[in-house]
């Protein structure tokens, strides 16, 4: 039996078997919050309203991304001398690069994510809305437009958040460490 338990040790299965386990809850319960909030907000709602809450969306999986890449690509150095000098967000900041993977994970992968598929609704109600007052151009034409134009500024933005999130990643992880060492207090 102890042979098993060390075998998951080196192996990392049991570790990773959980991150799944943990992974697939945090999407789920990600996903509901997010979409119940989309749709609250988006009953009802004009136009202009969807469109914010549609950039809204888009940033947040730009501003996540940036985050995930930055915490992978941190150096810890600056954070161990900063928390020697009892800095605030030091040690936040280090417990981040401590858990780059699963932070990248949660960041890029299940907010990003959300994030998109959110976005793609929220795209849904806005053609719907934009065929309403638009009712001579085709739905296709507004739904494709409207999608492409979601996709470019969502992987176009991405693409220089990862540029800024490589070049600052230092500034990046300690400005998110100084906002999270805000809920340690």
Not at 5 to 29: M, P
Request: aromatic share 6%; proline share 2%.
């Amino acid at each position: 039996m102890k042979k098993n338990a060390k075998t998951d040790k080196k192996t990392g299965h049991s570790g990773q078997n959980r991150w799944v386990i943990t992974a697939f809850c945090l999407a789920v319960t990600l996903s509901a919050v997010l979409s119940l909030a989309s749709e609250a907000i988006l009953s009802g709602a004009g136009l202009v309203v969807a469109l914010i809450i549609l950039a809204a969306f888009i940033l947040l999986g730009i501003l996540f991304d940036i985050i995930g890449v930055a915490v992978t690509a941190a150096d810890p150095k600056p954070f161990h001398s900063m928390a020697a000098h009892k800095v605030r967000g030091a040690k936040d900041s280090l417990k981040l690069i401590k858990a780059a993977s699963t932070v990248s994970s949660v960041c890029n992968d299940v907010v990003g994510d959300i994030c998109g598929i959110v976005s793609g609704t929220t795209t849904t109600v806005i053609v719907v809305q934009l065929q309403a007052l638009f009712d001579f151009i085709p739905a296709l034409v507004l739904s494709v437009g409207l999608t492409a134009l979601v996709s470019g500024f969502t992987i176009g933005g991405k693409a220089l958040g990862k540029t800024f999130a490589m070049k600052s990643s230092t500034k990046v992880v300690y400005f998110v460490g100084r906002v999270l060492s805000v809920f340690h207090r």
